[in-house]
């Protein structure tokens, strides 16, 4: 998976939508998704992000992107069944969704934690993945071979000291990724649902994370988009209910 070598077509005609879609591995993600032929919907909070984003991907001659201003720590459940109605009327199916937004919070002992911080990490990293991926469910149906993919974290298979809420946080995705695994796995459905983790990239929140580490020894995004490709792609099917990793342990 992680030498895959994905067709050049892999992705056409597809529907993606991407979360964190502005800057690190978001961003990537969606360049590469539409550089192989996939039509991708960026979602993020930041307006002007994504719309670098979209005139990289408009400039390179891929599909055009459509823009989705999105503030997981403020939407509440309808603005989510709008966005369902919308991509319905637009493009009436979603073949694929990366749900790559989240945010590190304080690393801190949980007896000094912020409840307040606590509840914002949570909301945004498995709280907003729960409710989109509620919306969007309808959605993947109407592919006849759709993938949700969730960002995992190391520390979110194995807890360690002081990653306080982003470490639950993780922890809860991947416990709602193994709960929908389980519910959509038949042909009614045909909707494959992995926790993929991205391991010590080269990033902004990596950067924020472990400030005194050389952030030169970490892998860019675009070396882990192999599987990312893979996991998106038809080449993927039957892969479902898996913890995986982009980078060699």
Do not use: C
């Amino acid at each position: 998976m992680q030498n895959y070598q994905a067709p050049a077509d892999l992705l056409k005609d597809r529907i993606i939508m991407v979360t964190g879609a502005g800057s690190g591995i978001g961003r990537t993600a969606a360049i590469a998704y539409a550089a192989h032929g996939a039509t991708v919907i960026l979602v993020g909070r930041t307006v002007s992000k994504l719309e670098s984003v979209y005139d990289e991907i408009e400039n390179a001659g891929y599909p055009k992107p459509a823009i989705v201003p999105m503030n997981f720590d403020g939407a509440a459940m309808k603005d989510y069944e709008e966005l369902a109605m919308t991509l319905e009327d637009n493009f009436g199916k979603l073949d694929g969704l990366l749900h790559n937004a989240a945010i590190l919070g304080d690393r801190s002992p949980v007896e000094l934690s912020d409840p307040e911080k606590w509840a914002k990490v949570m909301q945004v990293n498995s709280t907003a993945p729960f409710l989109l991926s509620r919306a969007m469910i309808p959605l993947l149906r109407k592919s006849g071979d759709a993938s949700l993919i969730f960002t995992s974290s190391s520390v979110g298979r194995s807890a360690r000291a002081y990653w306080g809420a982003y470490a639950v946080s993780k922890f809860a995705v991947e416990g709602l990724s193994q709960l929908l695994a389980d519910e959509l796995d038949d042909e009614r459905n045909n909707i494959r649902v992995n926790t993929l983790n991205p391991g010590a990239t080269r990033t902004n929140m990596r950067a924020h994370a472990y400030p005194a580490e050389n952030p030169q020894q970490n892998p860019a995004p675009e070396e882990l988009m192999p599987i990312y490709l893979y996991l998106m792609g038809r080449d993927s099917a039957g892969i479902n209910g898996q913890q995986l990793d982009a980078q060699p342990k």
